[in-house]
């Protein structure tokens, strides 16, 4: 199972940007799939996930600025951040879960994802 990343660069705060995750089409059908981040020195963590029967959980970080969504006919989900803060410097990973269990379970427990892509570099610095 492979997960193909995109998007991650240097903003300016306030700045937006529009991740971009590329898998099989049997994984997008029939997996949950989700966003996670992790920052120098710190552990990885969960940022909004997208379960297979369409619940949508985000982490209280990032609610009203980012929206997670998924495009079945090009395989790809995405993560459009909006308002980026320096806060949101890390690189994020797009994961998924084959079990397909729920995205509010999967959000706070990364270490239990099996497949994830080899991420792609936010920094938002003025």
């Known amino acids: 199972v492979q997960l193909v990343e995109s998007g991650g660069a240097l903003v300016q705060p306030g700045g937006s940007l529009r991740l971009s995750c590329v898998a099989s089409a049997y994984i997008i059908n029939t997996a949950s799939m989700g966003w996670f981040r992790q920052a120098p020195g710190k552990a990885r963590e969960g940022v909004a996930v997208f379960d297979n029967v369409g619940t949508i959980t985000y982490a209280d970080s990032v609610k009203g600025r980012f929206t997670i969504s998924k495009d079945n006919a090009k395989n790809t989900l995405y993560l459009q951040m909006n308002n980026l803060t320096p806060e949101d410097t890390a690189m994020y990973y797009c994961?998924?879960?084959?079990?397909?269990?729920?995205?509010?379970?999967?959000?706070?427990?990364?270490?239990?994802?099996?497949?994830w892509g080899q991420g792609t570099q936010v920094t938002v610095s003025s």
């Open positions: 994961a998924a879960d084959k079990e397909a269990r729920a995205s509010w379970w999967l959000l706070v427990r990364p270490a239990q994802i099996g497949v």
